[in-house]
């Protein structure tokens, strides 16, 4: 039997929010549904989280690491082949961002735990259902694992969503004009499309690590 991964959890830096769905899950083309956020850090904050989407990428694959496995992505270089404009995922000179997600439904309709939503004020948490509370630009810092997959579309690393705490407000980024209580109401964003696609990984051709692309 294979050994399992260890799953550690770890908790995020402060980082920015981008396409909140925590409160209304996406829909897949696989009919599975997830809660989920795009986080947005500086790269100096990430260490911690590159180290441990690297253990776990070199548990599922060894030593040879599929291309395109590191779920981080530069803003202002979101995709190798250029087949996203900048300009379409671009949050800031010297950014990078990574999708966090959780799973509430499976595309066999079994239902899965949402992540908890929090708000700190003044040091005092509660919990929220409130979808005003997680808008574009607010910050949060998240309770987060790594894991590793390999299917036959595409192999990689993501990183599951388990808890978010809002930590302070933030300047409204983008869609001002839209929905306050569903401000993605205007924009399809679903789970395959809110972050460029993983590349397919080439087994034939050495590949350089991917996780020093950050």
Do not use: H
């Not at 309709?109 to 004020?121: L, S, W």
């Amino acid at each position: 039997m294979a050994q399992k991964t260890e799953i550690k959890k770890i908790v995020t830096p402060e980082f920015t929010v981008a396409f909140p769905s925590v409160f209304e899950p996406e829909e897949r083309d696989d009919g599975s549904k997830s809660a989920q956020i795009t986080a947005i850090f500086t790269p100096d904050a990430i260490a911690p989280l590159l180290e441990e989407c690297k253990r776990v990428a070199k548990e599922k694959f060894g030593d040879k690491l599929p291309k395109g496995c590191n779920p981080f992505r530069k803003s202002d270089n979101p995709n190798d082949k250029g087949t996203v404009p900048a300009t379409d995922w671009s949050f800031g000179e010297g950014t990078v961002y990574v999708s966090l997600s959780k799973t509430v439904l499976t595309r066999d309709g079994k239902a899965g735990v949402p992540p908890t939503v929090a708000v700190d004020r003044n040091g005092e948490r509660k919990a929220t259902d409130d979808p005003n509370e997680i808008y574009p630009g607010c910050k949060c810092r998240a309770v987060v694992s790594a894991f590793a997959y390999n299917n036959p579309q595409r192999s990689g690393v993501k990183l599951t969503l388990w808890n978010l705490l809002k930590t302070n407000e933030g300047e409204r980024i983008g869609m001002a004009d839209a929905d306050p209580v569903n401000p993605f109401a205007d924009i399809a964003v679903s789970a395959n499309k809110s972050l460029p696609p993983v590349q397919e990984p080439e087994a034939t051709k050495e590949e350089e690590d991917p996780f020093n692309e950050i």
